[in-house]
């Protein structure tokens, strides 16, 4: 989910692959808007078309799978220019509760379980710059009531305008620079008591707008959010 206007290079995109996988993907390409919107075309074009194909049958790798979906992209944004993409990519697998990802350069994703939260790391370099980077992919499990949550750099540098009226019991005393950073985000996660992924966007999005007083003009603000249900009497 985004919010206010889009002028930079956020984009996220959800595809079921099969029976029981979602795959998702959400990339901050650099630049504006005007300048990224031929690569956001190509990258959706080539994500809808080439997901199916490696995540489609049901004999298949997932991790190589996601590896494979992250080269294709990457050859994807280099033919049309070099140029910075962060990307976050997941595949979650309904039946078994798993999720493969790969995070190029992204800002860790968040993932908010009974144990506390986990932040899922780069596993490689952000996707356009080097035709021959090496990916990697990882898993982890989303138990019953489990919540993830993927942000844009917009939402983790997003700042105040007024710092002298910065009150560090808002979201957190660490943020006393005026950025919310990804600690604060944590304290929106750990927080929140909704329990559906689009509630959960829009607690994501607002707590940042009320964060920083105002929407930025020089960036995006996106938040993708993966809930696992679960009965009434575990959450």
């Known amino acids: 989910m985004y919010t206010g206007q889009r002028v930079a290079g956020d984009f996220y995109e959800f595809l079921r692959v099969g029976p029981s996988r ?6 901050d390409i650099a630049g504006l808007r005007a300048d990224t919107r031929v ?3 190509a990258v959706q074009k080539a994500f809808r078309t080439l ?44 039946d078994l509760g798993t999720l493969c990802y790969a995070n190029s350069g992204h800002p860790p994703a968040l993932l908010r379980d009974p ?18 980077t090496v990916q990697s992919a990882a898993a982890c499990h989303l138990v019953p ?14 700042d105040r305008v007024d710092r002298e009226s910065f009150d ?7 943020k006393q620079d005026g ?32 964060f920083a007083l105002t929407t930025p003009t020089h960036n995006d603000l996106t938040a993708l959010a993966l809930v696992r249900n679960a009965a009434d009497e575990v959450v």
């Open 22 to 27: 979602m795959l998702f993907v959400l990339l």
């Open 115 to 132: 144990t506390g939260i986990t932040l899922l790391e780069a596993t490689g370099l952000p996707l356009g710059l080097f035709s021959h």
């Open 179 to 210: 950025e919310l950073g990804l600690g604060g985000v944590k304290e929106i996660l750990q927080g929140a008591t909704v329990r559906s992924a689009r509630d959960l966007c829009l607690t994501v999005l607002q707590a940042t707008r009320q």
């Open 145 to 158: 009531g489990s919540a993830l949550v993927a942000v844009s750099r917009g939402i983790i540098e997003a």
């Open 39 to 41: 690569v956001l075309i």
């Open 168 to 174: 560090p019991e808002d979201i957190g005393a660490e």
């Open 51 to 94: 997901a199916p194909e490696f995540f489609g049958g049901e004999d298949f790798n997932e991790t190589i799978a996601m590896i494979e979906l992250c080269c294709a992209i990457n050859r994807t944004i280099i033919r049309i220019g070099l140029r910075s993409c962060p990307a976050f990519i997941g595949c979650y697998n309904e």
